[in-house]
């Protein structure tokens, strides 16, 4: 057996078979916590992705002799036992975890759990795409409705995954993947690409600068998932502004973070959500996934009716508009069916009885409808062609000695109270009463 403490066998050689069932197709990535391969399960001919428990500087990699059974066993250095073991359990623990909250969409699925050649390996699906970081550098930055539908199901599933008592600490660009089905999907639980030392212990904090919170800094920091917050808030601030999030402990010197209304189209209620979840203090900052779930999606739907409100505004004020044009046709229509007439061109239509004869027997007949006016109105309004006060349809029935003298069915000439005349059509017996001429 040899080992190569200078990396000589970092990495698994490609065409390796772990378990007898998955071999390694290539490097995906290598980080300071551990490697993730490309690898392809021979019994279910299908591609995975296989974590390796790797801390390079707590151990190093031995290749066996016996080149009919190679195997290359990773070894703690003498000086790192306890560290590695430790990391060890803690790397063991999170791929359980996760295998138990296989449903979540957003995460990735793991599919096996391998204890082998001195390590642990996590098998997972295979997410064909490309990581967000590397989308932002080709196309550009993402505007803040582009983003929101796709990070909103990233929040909702940490939210469950911090139920279960486990914190990511290395969100980044870096680790979500945007698959071929338009969604981002988080890799990498409990790993990351760099380290920082104390320098008084062993202890390491993982962490990547810009999406980091000062706590993470610290050996006794504070961790819970206000931790997850700052990552994915400064995970949101780079794909809206392409820039990407100064350190915190810079933040805490003088560095200031650029304004996210300066160097995006985000809404300003938006940004002030997302400068929230990236406060340097843990009590300025939202506690929860779930806080900051709540506080993004009361912002987006006022931003959406603010978005909308004018276009609702002018589609109301039609409605209205419409509404009373309606209304005025309709009173319109109403007042067609009344004739308003005029002396010197009226021809009446209606059932009321008028006199056919010389001006002096109408006069005397008028004196005999005056009490009756009454009933004269009654049988005008049964046709409805006359208005309400028009002297000039109000005109005397004729007696029945002077019906005798007039020819029936045919209309005759009548003076007007001008002077002209108008016609009057003949009206049939039966349609009129004839009222007697008071003595």
């Not at 001195?118 to 795409?129: H, R, S």
């Not at 779930?290 to 589609?315: E, N």
Request: glycine residues 6%; contains cysteine.
């Amino acid at each position: 057996m040899k080992h190569d403490n200078n990396d000589g066998f970092r990495t698994l050689p490609v065409g390796t078979i772990l378990e007898n069932n998955y071999k390694i197709l290539s490097v995906l990535g290598d980080g300071g916590f551990g490697i993730t391969y490309r690898g392809f399960d021979l019994l279910k001919n299908r591609e995975v992705a296989i974590k390796e428990y790797y801390p390079h500087e707590y151990a190093y990699r031995a290749m066996s002799s016996d080149e009919n059974n190679r195997c290359y066993t990773i070894y703690p250095l003498q000086s790192a036992q306890k560290p590695f073991e430790k990391g060890k359990a803690h790397f063991l623990r999170e791929a359980t975890v996760l295998k138990n909250l296989e449903q979540l969409p957003s995460i990735v699925t793991v599919l096996d759990i391998l204890k082998t050649n001195g390590t642990i390996y996590i098998v997972m699906e295979y997410i064909e795409g490309i990581t967000l970081q590397k989308y932002i550098q080709d196309n550009g930055a993402l505007s803040y409705e582009e983003l929101l539908p796709m990070i909103l199901p990233i929040i909702k599933d940490l939210q469950q995954i911090h139920e279960s008592g486990l914190i990511h600490r290395d969100i980044s660009p870096d680790n979500l993947i945007l698959g071929m089905d338009n969604r981002l999907h988080l890799i990498d639980f409990g790993s990351s690409t760099h380290f920082y030392h104390t320098g008084k212990t062993s202890t390491t904090v993982f962490l990547k600068s810009g999406y980091a919170p000062p706590e993470q800094y610290l050996e006794n920091g504070k961790q819970g998932p206000w931790i997850d917050v700052y990552g994915l808030c400064a995970t949101m601030y780079m794909a809206l502004t392409r820039i990407q999030p100064p350190d915190s402990l810079n933040r805490l010197q003088t560095e200031k973070l650029p304004s996210l209304t300066s160097n995006s189209d985000i809404p300003k209620n938006a940004a002030m959500v997302i400068e929230k979840g990236m406060a340097l203090k843990i009590a300025d900052r939202y506690p929860s996934m779930a806080a900051l779930y709540q506080a993004l999606t009361r912002h987006t739907s006022g931003h959406g009716f603010r978005k909308w409100h004018s276009l609702i505004a002018v589609c109301v004020i039609g409605i209205l508009l419409f509404a009373a044009y309606l209304i005025l046709q309709l009173r319109q229509t109403d007042g067609a069916g009344i004739v308003h007439t005029t002396p010197s061109t009226m021809t009446t239509e209606t059932s009321q009885s008028v006199s056919t004869e010389a001006p002096s027997t109408a006069k005397a007949s008028t004196a005999g409808t005056s009490s009756e006016s009454g009933k004269t109105t009654e049988a005008s309004d049964s046709k409805g062609s006359t208005p309400e006060g028009s002297t000039e349809n109000k005109l005397p029935h004729k007696d029945s000695s002077e019906k005798d003298s007039a020819k029936p069915n045919q209309a005759t000439e009548t003076p007007s109270t001008t002077g002209e005349t108008y016609k009057v059509e003949p009206i049939e017996e039966d349609d009129y009463q004839v009222l007697p001429l008071e003595e």
